[in-house]
């Protein structure tokens, strides 16, 4: 998990992404379906993905996203009902998390499968499921609920193209499904 250590990523590997994004803005193209995390928060947010690739379960980070802005997590057409997410508070601590675990690190990562994370020397993190419902399209907005500096994880996930995350439903927090790991 993330410990509040800032997330090792080159200055020279955001200026090339970021003369990679301009160049893509530069010519006009279709919209693409993706999965999108949007920040509602004030503070800047790191976000690991997990889904199943063709390869088998894959876990996926960091993106991060500055308040008021959205990663694309995955692009493209969603070719798969359900997506798990974990996303770290950066500054205050928080996290979106949930009871699927999947395997992360700390340093940029891609990861195939979902055993025995500690033995092969990666993290064990909790992640939260997403049903995009079979769209091609989704959009998750992180959002703060009225969280005290004792409750740092008082966080919410509302999702914008369906009804929001009901923390206190336990169909919303279910993690065990045929698709899931």
Not at 18 to 28: D, E, I, P, T, V
Not at 126 to 148: H, I, K, P, S, Y
Request: net charge negative; glycine share 10%.
């Amino acid at each position: 998990m993330i410990s509040g250590r800032a997330l090792l990523i080159s200055r020279h590997g955001l200026i090339l992404a970021g003369m990679l994004a301009a160049g893509l803005f530069a010519g006009a193209t279709p919209a693409m379906a993706d999965l999108r995390v949007c920040n509602e928060t004030p503070n800047p947010v790191s976000i690991a993905l997990g889904y199943r690739a063709e390869r088998g379960w894959q876990s996926e980070g960091w993106w991060v996203a500055p308040p008021t802005q959205c990663a694309t997590v995955f692009q493209g057409d969603l070719n798969s009902r359900f997506f798990y997410l974990f996303v770290a508070d950066d500054i205050g601590g928080g996290a979106w998390d949930g009871s699927v675990f999947m395997c992360t690190r700390d340093e940029t990562f891609t990861i195939f499968g979902v055993e025995d994370c500690l033995a092969r020397g990666y993290e064990r993190t909790g992640f939260f499921e997403v049903d995009t419902q079979n769209r091609t399209d989704w959009t998750l907005q992180l959002t703060e609920a009225n969280a005290t500096p004792a409750e740092p994880d008082g966080l919410e996930a509302d999702i914008l193209d369906g009804e929001p995350l009901d923390p206190d439903d336990p169909q919303s927090q279910e993690a065990e499904s045929a698709d899931s790991p």
